[in-house]
Nanobody, 115 residues
Framework: QVQLVESGGGLVQPGGSLRLSCAAS????????MNWYRQAPGKQRELVAR???????YYADSVSGRFTISRDNAKNTAYLQMNSLKSEDTAVYYC?????????WGQGTQVTVSS
């Protein structure tokens, strides 16, 4: 019933930009905290950014100033604008909706920043 679909990943040169989207269905999007996580091979999954329903956002130190998270509750969609991309940003990016102990996850979208 609940589906999260990420899109917008791909290959980009260092210094380039990508915008990831996460479209939710079967859920009242505004009831959930929206998170972007990423996981690179051999590394732990890490929280990249978070936005609550009122728009307040938080960022990992590694992406602060370069990434911007946003959400459009009317469209049940969240975004991650990624600028000044670095090779170390290469990972699979996952959107996550959280409400207390409830979590929903997307399938992930690959972001590759070439060296």
């Amino acid at each position: 019933q609940v589906q999260l679909v990420e899109s917008g990943g791909g290959l980009v040169q260092p210094g380039g930009s990508l915008r990831l989207s996460c479209a939710a269905s079967g859920i009242l999007f505004s009831d959930y905290i929206m998170n972007w996580y990423r996981q690179a091979p051999g590394k732990q999954r890490e929280l990249v950014a978070r936005v609550v329903s009122n728009g307040n956002s938080y960022y990992a130190d590694s992406v602060s100033g370069r990434f911007t998270i946003s959400r459009d509750n009317a469209k049940n969609t969240a975004y991650l604008q990624m600028n000044s991309l670095k090779s170390e940003d290469t990972a699979v990016y996952y959107c996550n909706l959280n409400r207390g102990l409830i979590n929903y996850w997307g399938q992930g979208t690959q972001v590759t920043v070439s060296s």
